[in-house]
């Protein structure tokens, strides 16, 4: 499979060579007893342009690594670098640095798709390509990005009108709206049938691959690792390679 890409304009190129680098991270999560070490010395490195899977046990940390990654979770110790920004330096200059880094450079897809009720699945995007201070909010189309994942159909419903494999197909579209650097997808197929799971899952590599966006995936879909250029294995907080 091949991992050349087209990098983008938004970010130096160095910035753009390694979309993620996780330095000795270790997290601690809960208190006295309860204290749990969620991840132990985890080294990794995602490239532009790099779909890479994350597969193993549940309870094995990968929610508290796309947790790291993702600027929502400090870890206990060690370096997190995104687009080649330490996310500690921005975390010292206050919540709304980070906050703002997140919403421009960062894409989620959330497992229960945290879809805003209210709000059609057009409108879902709209707010996101607004909320990332895109110029031109105005004439943004969501449709193309709703047609790519087989949504434009259902754009002018609201959440609790989709089934789950349709909100989560609304997500990652939502996810792919600020053209982010960095993309963190948390079981992107578990609502979704086998065809549907591998076009969501091939689109995300393609994506990727056209515009230089690292992304981590963590999935308990075997099947379409075949979509990733990468694949590693967390177990008991510990990461490593993996075989398919």
Known sequence: MTTTSTPKTTHDD?????????RDITLDVGDGAAKVRAMDSVN????????????????????????????LAAPTSGD?????EDLAALRKRGHGALATFRCQHLGFVFQSGNLIPALTAADQLRLAYRLAHRRGARSFDPLPLLD??????????RPGELSGGERQRVGIARALVNDPGLLLVDEPTAALDRKRSHEIVELLAA??????????MVTHDHDVLTHCDRV???????????SR
């Open 14 to 22: 160095d910035a753009v060579g390694t979309g993620l680098q996780l």
């Open 44 to 71: 990794l490195e995602v490239a532009a342009g790099e779909l890479l899977a994350v597969v193993g046990p549940s309870g094995a940390g990968k929610s508290s690594l796309l947790a790291v990654a993702g600027a």
């Open 80 to 84: 997190v670098r995104v687009l080649g």
């Open 148 to 157: 790519a994942v087989g949504m434009s159909h259902r754009a002018s419903h």
């Open 207 to 216: 994506r990727c691959h056209e515009r230089g966006i690292a992304a981590v």
């Open 232 to 242: 590693v294995e967390m177990v008991d907080g510990h990461l490593s390679a993996a």
